[in-house]
């Protein structure tokens, strides 16, 4: 299992942008799918976007048009680029690795004001 660290979570106004990124400990070019889930308080955690070694995406009804994610095999890092933010994109964003079982990193807060 790789281990995998977030960063690029903060505040920020409605309609602003954030740019999440994912670090890997070891190589994810054989991970079959890498992505993000979030939770916001009181929420069950919920996908937001997954990637595939295939480059096919996954998105949630709520974040399509708006969240874009991407991986670099190269740098073992997942991106989750967030534009056109709203408040309730509000919650921890964690950051996750599947192949024969899930990794999870230790998530980054994101909080956008209305």
């Known amino acids: 299992q790789v281990q995998l660290v977030e960063s690029g979570g903060g505040l920020v106004q409605a309609g602003g942008s954030l740019r999440l990124s994912c670090a890997a400990s070891g190589s994810i070019r054989s991970i079959n799918a890498v992505g993000w889930y979030r939770q916001a308080p009181g929420k069950q955690r919920e996908l937001v976007a997954s990637?595939?070694?295939?480059?096919?995406?996954n998105y949630a009804d709520s974040v399509k048009g708006r969240f874009t994610i991407s991986r670099d095999n190269a740098k073992n890092t997942v991106a989750l680029q967030m534009n056109s933010l709203k408040p309730e994109d509000t919650g921890v964003y964690y950051c996750?690795?599947?192949?024969?079982?899930?990794?999870w990193g230790q998530g980054t807060q994101v909080t956008v004001s209305s």
């Open positions: 990637i595939t070694t295939g480059g096919r995406t």
């Open positions: 996750y690795s599947l192949q024969l079982t899930i990794s």
